[in-house]
């Protein structure tokens, strides 16, 4: 697909154009149960869910510094920064030297954080175990795939326009 002109693509394909629609409705669904079901489970833990997203980022890749979060994350800097505030208050992350760049800063979650992001994430797989038990292995191990693989295009497309919302020529 031409990146550049998208319409024309679906408007030559009913099938496609159905599909994408069903789809994107599906997506809809399912995101906006899992945020309230993560909303709610989250702030049990004393944490908001941006927090949440942050520490997992931090206790799955390790140190990195704001501006790499903050890329992660898909929230500018100053955004970030207050989410980091947040952690760090809370004693679930710290700002360290940068061992390369005086200017900077690493930021990692500590024992604290790393042990809170553990019980979240086994609470929400703990729910997810029993979500997908009645799927064959084959149905859950393709969803995992596709949805990987649709995460993949999603974070291209972001990156390729800069995250700007105007694509439309």
Same mark, same amino acid.
């Given at each position: ?11 030559? %394909?009913?099938?496609?154009?159905? %599909?994408?629609?069903?789809?994107? %409705? ?8 899992? $945020? ?14 941006? $927090?949440?997203?942050?520490? =997992? ?30 952690? =760090? ?11 390369? %760049? ?25 729910? =997810?175990? =029993? ?13 995992? $795939? ?24």
């Amino acid at each position: 697909m031409d990146s550049a002109s998208p319409l024309p693509v679906l408007a030559s %394909d009913p099938a496609l154009a159905r %599909d994408t629609e069903e789809l994107y %409705d599906a997506l809809e669904d399912l995101l906006r149960v899992y $945020q309230f079901r993560d909303r709610d489970r989250i702030c049990c833990f004393d944490v908001s869910v941006s $927090q949440c997203y942050a520490l =997992e980022g931090l206790v799955r890749r390790g140190s990195m510094t704001l501006n790499e979060l903050a890329a992660y994350l898909y929230l500018d800097k100053s955004t970030a920064s207050r989410i980091v505030d947040a952690l =760090e208050r809370k004693g679930y992350a710290a700002r360290l030297p940068h061992p390369k %760049d005086r200017r900077a800063s690493l930021l990692e979650a500590t024992p604290e954080g790393r042990a809170l992001e553990g019980k979240i994430r086994e609470s929400i797989l703990a729910e =997810e175990r =029993e979500l997908l038990a009645d799927f064959t292995p084959e149905v859950r191990q393709a969803m995992t $795939q596709v949805l990987r693989r649709l995460a993949r295009a999603a974070a291209a497309s972001v990156e390729a326009t800069g995250g700007s919302c105007c694509r439309i020529s």
